[in-house]
């Protein structure tokens, strides 16, 4: 089976990689599974762990930083030999590689492992807008470096780019940036900004497909999707009651609403009104707080003679959720029989 947990929130702030072993061991181990593949992102990366996984007779499919990796490793992912092109918006490659890892007690292992990396249009334009001033303030200090001011949150943003020494080319001397004006390493920040829509992913599963290896990472921020929707549309906390019987009853509602919303936003893809990602991107069509405010919005308003009239049936999600489940509402008044027969009529989907 495939599995993916949260780490103990107690361990504070130990890097998530040397967390794992403890989860595992405190979440997994008293379950009596005959395998499971851990999936996870980049933080629990480390060779030692993925080794104690498969000494355990279980697999793994994690994300590697390319920055991280080494340069020939980060040419060979930006070589487009062997790509496999989905579109023009996505493509994807893998290999198999042995590894030499040293265990706990430095004695060496060697594995094999599948490494898959894809590069995707959609992953390229999201980095590029959330990186949007940076890449623009590199751009101008290229320019004009006359100009160069340094606010601190930019300080912030290109810390990780300071070169820690350069050598004066003059006397040949070794110059220590902490006792001078920082300069700026473009090497690093013209690789940064080349990986940019590139991901790359290390698992056990050498005869997975490459595109199931991909989906079934993606699954993981699935999962994490459900943890956001849960505290933010949802409100699962802060919680306001004490006794253990109302926090029981106040999850149980919370995870009911969670399995209506997703049922609303299965429909919702199944009715193909929302474009799909062909980049394989999971989608859930629309958002949980954008389902919530419209189907807030679906009111019953009572007129006279005992006539009712729904509002705001105009509005653009609400027209989208009532297509999906095949509910078609007239431009007109009802009647409270009219009104019962209409719920009657209404398709049950499972």
Same mark, same amino acid.
């Given at each position: ?8 929130? #107690? ?11 403890? =989860? ?20 629990? *990366? ?9 000494? =355990? ?13 080494? @340069? ?50 959609? *992953?390229?334009?999201? =980095? ?23 606010? =601190? ?46 991901? @790359? ?30 505290? #933010? ?39 193909? @009104?929302?474009?799909? #990602? ?27 003679? @005992? ?44």
């Amino acid at each position: 089976m495939v599995f993916q947990f949260r780490l103990n929130p #107690s361990l504070g702030n130990t890097l998530d990689h040397l967390t794992l072993k403890p =989860a595992l061991k405190n979440n997994i181990d008293n379950f009596e599974f005959s395998r499971f593949i851990l999936i996870s992102d980049r933080g629990i *990366f480390q060779y030692r762990n993925l080794l104690n996984v498969l000494q =355990a007779g279980n697999g793994y499919i994690v994300a590697k930083s390319l920055l991280k990796s080494t @340069q020939k490793e980060r040419d060979w992912t930006y070589d487009d030999n062997d790509y496999v092109k989905v579109s023009e918006n996505f493509k994807y490659k893998s290999r198999v590689v042995k590894r030499i890892i040293k265990d706990e007690n430095n004695i060496k292992h060697t594995i094999e492992e599948k490494v898959v990396v894809y590069w995707s249009k959609k *992953f390229q334009e999201r =980095a590029e807008k959330e990186n949007k001033s940076f890449l623009d303030f590199i751009n101008k200090l290229q320019d004009t470096p006359e100009n160069f001011r340094l606010t =601190a949150l930019q300080n912030k943003s290109i810390r990780n780019f300071l070169k820690k020494e350069y050598i004066n080319k003059c006397t040949g001397e070794i110059l220590i940036s902490s006792e001078i004006k920082p300069m700026l390493d473009f090497e690093k920040i013209n690789a940064y900004t080349k990986s940019l829509g590139y991901y @790359q992913i290390v698992t056990s599963e050498l005869n997975m497909a490459e595109t199931e290896v991909i989906d079934k990472y993606h699954g993981l921020t699935q999962i994490e999707e459900q943890f956001r929707t849960m505290k #933010s549309t949802l409100e699962t906390r802060p919680l306001y009651v004490r006794t253990p019987e109302h926090i029981e009853a106040h999850l149980l509602i919370c995870l009911i609403s969670l399995i209506i919303l997703r049922i609303i936003q299965k429909r919702i893809i199944a009715s193909n @009104q929302i474009p799909i #990602s062909e980049d394989m991107y999971w989608t859930t069509g629309i958002n949980g707080n954008r389902i919530q405010d419209a189907l807030n919005k679906w009111l019953v308003d009572l007129m006279p003679n @005992q006539l009712y009239r729904f509002m705001n049936i105009e509005d653009h999600d609400l027209q989208i959720i009532l297509k999906a489940f095949e509910i078609t509402i007239p431009k007109k008044l009802f009647t409270l029989g009219e009104l019962k027969n209409l719920k009657t009529n209404i398709k049950v989907f499972i």
